[in-house]
């Protein structure tokens, strides 16, 4: 399957290959990814091979070892595969209805 | 403490503290301007005046001590739902995405401190719990969709693409596909990215519908609303199928694996501490899961070659055999429980031990016991006088260790074997002479040994009859040291452990059975009724009051005997041994393990009394005689070096307890000041008089009845 509006959101942060952690990505999205969701949605994104997570080795200030998260092979052909439907799609509901 | 109760405590004694100079200065000891105006005013007044301001002192007093400046610690917020989702979700949940959502709260939290908002602060303090929850639902839903999509793809599977692209959401019959990059798109529609293949793609598609809502709104043509989805209609059973399957799927997918994880958290810590308690440890084979030993047992190469040669004798397929074998595994490999052991099946053996009998440890080779290596294999060696002996035993030891029995397969009944499983006890058929079954019970004694299990055997094999020692069968025996490294880490203690009581519960049954012709398997007249008539009986002895225990029972501890010193002295090794030299080598380690437990085995009141009134004989003794006698057995006993049990250091107690036992039991009768045995009942005597005759061999002719 290909990956949701959201997900592909989240992969986008990841694509520069930054490891990045929840809050983080969230703060990045500018309001596109919330707080109540992302993790259930990297979860989901992990799941399916998309991103792998590492526990940090020293917890951070909140106490607790924060997942960081990283694209994976995977995850960039899905964003890749994702664009060129979007594109394909996109061009042929062009108002003129001709393909591009 | 909170900062409320803080206060109230500080404010309670200030104000109890300041009263009586307030109550001073209202009686007016004191010279002061204020008993001047007292006296010229009301004294209720005055009285209302000096304890307003001593409340509003202390007051004040405590507001001050408890909040100028005085930080308050905190747990960090989200502390509650820690443990909640810790309690609740499995670990990998926890980890990926609870614990991550309360550290956002406890980072965006602290950062609001920090800068001084504290209003903002409690805000995502509230935000945090709320998002917490719905963390929790969404991963509620998605368990189920998937779940529910999983059944409906069972029910109504997907047509595989054909020539064009196909997705799961249904298409305008006069979509136009065009002709360019057919294979890609196909690919691409089914999300076939792995392969590498669907990148960049050239050319248009005119489709009505977007597989996955990736089109901006504002790219349909006004008026051509997709038809994106088709309804599926299902019939109620259906519905009901499936939401009772979702139910169960989230049980076992979501609660029992949480549920699991909590306990095995608690058992392991409870472990951990147990560790730390006990002499011996508990070695991670008895606490392996009883699934993994038994395919253990079963992937032994003996037990796989056993099986071979018992395939080939009886002519049957492997796989028979094998099933065979696996089913004698299931029935000797325990399922040790740490938590029933010392929880449950400790305490009441402790109950039933001091309930039943004054319990009492004789001799205690305290230096040598305590010189055990840790991580030795500890077998203690028992003499079988009593089932009381398990009961008696695991309670004495649960200070120090957790036993391993092998039982009789006459308990294996209903709730009675799993118990005894819980307990780390393993069934044995004393008189199978099945090749591969005793095959499969050697290797799991042998694994069990060489893993460091501590274990109770009793070389007997079984309850003693007459009382006497019985010789040592050495079947479980040779298991566990036939395969010893005298080289190797692991040591094999032998610890012999001798046990007598004032009153064994079965011995009619066992005197009864006595009585067998040679050469008849012994029956055991066994009568529930008398046993619920017996327990029924001591219940209502006990309500009201007039319940006496069965006098002493008393647990000897003798000198470790260390099998790798043992084979060191006599210069062997049973591995290297030919079977028969093997097998005269292990008999004379049991004789020599027998005669030590006999050693060890205390001389209680009754079997003293007992062995004095059958050497009387038929005459009798008088009070005074049967003192002499008694004390006499004493001093000889003693003198053999064996440990004799006098109550209260009063030997002339330990002859009346010992006849009071006896009298009442009717085995001895009383005429004209002169105690007899009760004709008939010699035999029961006998028994008690036999536990110690090995102990005074002139008398043990005497004695045997």
């Not at chain 2, 301001?53 to 005085?70: E, R």
């Not at chain 2, 094999?461 to 019985?470: S, V, Y």
């Not at chain 2, 079977?579 to 205390?602: C, K, N, S, W, Y």
Request: aromatic letters at 10%; charged letters at 20%.
């Amino acid at each position: 399957m290909l990956p949701s509006t959201k997900e592909a959101v989240a992969l986008e942060l990841l694509r520069s290959g930054a490891a990045m952690y929840g809050l983080e990505m969230v703060k990045a999205s500018h309001g596109q990814l919330g707080r109540g969701t992302i993790y259930v949605l990297l979860a989901r994104l992990e799941d399916k091979g998309f991103v792998v997570s590492t526990a940090e080795p020293v917890p951070g200030m909140p106490g607790m070892p924060r997942r960081i998260y990283r694209i994976t092979g995977a995850g960039h052909r899905a964003l890749a595969a994702r664009r060129a439907a979007h594109s394909i799609l996109a061009d042929g509901l062009a108002p003129t209805g001709q393909p591009a | 403490m909170t900062k409320t109760s803080r206060f109230a405590a500080v404010f309670s004694i200030t104000y109890a503290c300041t009263l009586p100079g307030a109550l001073l200065l209202l009686v007016g000891i004191w010279e002061y301007p204020l008993v001047a105006w007292y006296a010229q005013h009301d004294a209720l007044w005055y009285g209302m005046i000096v304890y307003f301001f001593n409340f509003l002192a202390a007051l004040l007093f405590a507001l001050a001590v408890v909040f100028w400046k005085n930080p308050e610690v905190r747990p960090a917020p989200g502390n509650l739902l820690v443990r909640i989702a810790a309690f609740v979700c499995p670990r990998k949940t926890y980890e990926r995405v609870f614990a991550q959502t309360i550290a956002d709260m406890r980072e965006e939290y602290f950062e609001a401190l920090k800068l001084g908002h504290h209003a903002h602060a409690r805000w995502i303090w509230l935000r945090g719990h709320i998002l917490f929850w719905v963390c929790a639902w969404l991963l509620c839903g998605t368990a189920l969709l998937h779940i529910v999509r999983t059944i409906l793809a069972a029910f109504y599977p997907q047509p595989k693409p054909q020539s064009h692209a196909t997705t799961s959401v249904s298409r305008k019959p006069e979509t136009d596909v065009s002709d360019v990059g057919e294979a890609k798109k196909a690919s691409l529609a089914r999300g076939d990215f792995r392969s590498g293949h669907a990148a960049p793609i050239s050319g248009g598609m005119r489709c009505a519908s977007s597989p996955s809502g990736l089109l901006p709104a504002d790219k349909f043509v006004s008026g051509e609303t997709p038809d994106v989805a088709t309804s599926v209609t299902i019939p109620l059973w259906l519905a009901a199928l499936l939401g009772a399957l979702a139910a169960i799927a989230l049980i076992d997918r979501l609660f029992a694996p949480a549920v699991r994880w909590w306990l095995r958290r608690r058992v392991n810590r409870a472990i951990d501490e147990l560790n730390q308690r006990l002499k011996l440890t508990i070695p991670p084979f008895k606490l392996a899961r009883r699934r993994q030993l038994i395919e253990q047992l079963m992937f032994d190469p003996e037990v796989l070659k056993a099986v071979e040669d018992e395939a080939k004798a009886r002519d049957e397929p492997k796989s028979v055999t094998h099933a065979r074998a696996k089913r004698y595994a299931r029935e000797i490999v325990p399922a040790f429980s740490a938590y029933t052991y010392f929880r449950i099946g400790a305490g009441l053996a402790k109950w039933l031990s001091t309930a039943l009998y004054r319990v009492r440890v004789g001799a205690f080779e305290e230096a040598e016991l305590y010189k055990v290596p840790p991580d030795a294999s500890v077998v203690f060696v028992i003499n079988h006088r009593s089932n009381m002996d398990y009961v008696l035993v695991t309670y004495l030891v649960s200070q120090s260790s957790a036993l391993s029995y092998a039982v009789g397969e006459w308990a294996r009944v209903w709730a009675l074997q799993g118990l005894i499983r819980a307990m780390g006890g393993y069934f044995v058929r004393r008189d199978s002479s099945n090749a591969l079954y005793r095959k499969v019970l050697a290797r799991y004694v042998h694994m069990a040994t060489a893993s460091g299990v501590t274990q109770a055997v009793f070389p007997e094999g079984g309850l003693t009859r007459d009382g006497r020692l019985r010789p040592p069968k050495l079947g479980l025996l040779s298991y566990m040291v036939s395969g010893f490294d005298p080289n190797g880490a692991r040591d094999i203690v032998f610890v012999p452990v001798g046990i007598n009581y004032d009153r064994v519960l079965e011995d009619r049954v066992l005197t009864a059975a006595a009585s067998t012709p040679a050469g008849e398997r012994p029956r055991f007249a066994f009568n529930p009724l008398v046993l619920t008539a017996w327990i029924a009986k001591g219940l209502w002895q006990r309500i009201r009051g007039t319940w006496h225990r069965y006098g002493y029972a008393c647990v000897s501890f003798g000198r470790p005997l260390s099998l790798r010193g043992y084979l060191a002295e006599r210069g062997v090794d049973f591995r290297a041994l030919p079977e028969t030299q093997r097998f005269a080598e292990i008999d004379q380690l049991g004789q020599r393990l027998m005669r030590e437990v006999g050693h060890v085995v205390p001389a209680l009141p009754v079997s003293l009394v007992a062995s004095a009134i059958l050497a009387g004989g038929d005459h009798g003794l008088s009070s005074l005689e049967l003192k002499g006698a008694v004390f006499a057995l004493m001093r000889r006993l003693k003198a053999a070096g064996a440990h004799v049990h006098i109550p209260r250091h009063d030997q002339e107690y330990a002859v009346d307890v010992g006849l009071r036992m006896l009298l009442l039991r009717h085995l001895v009768v009383v005429e004209d000041g002169v105690y007899r045995p009760h004709t008939g009942d010699t035999p029961l005597l006998a028994f008690y008089a036999n536990a110690i005759a090995h102990l005074l061999p002139a008398e043990a002719a005497g004695v045997a009845a």
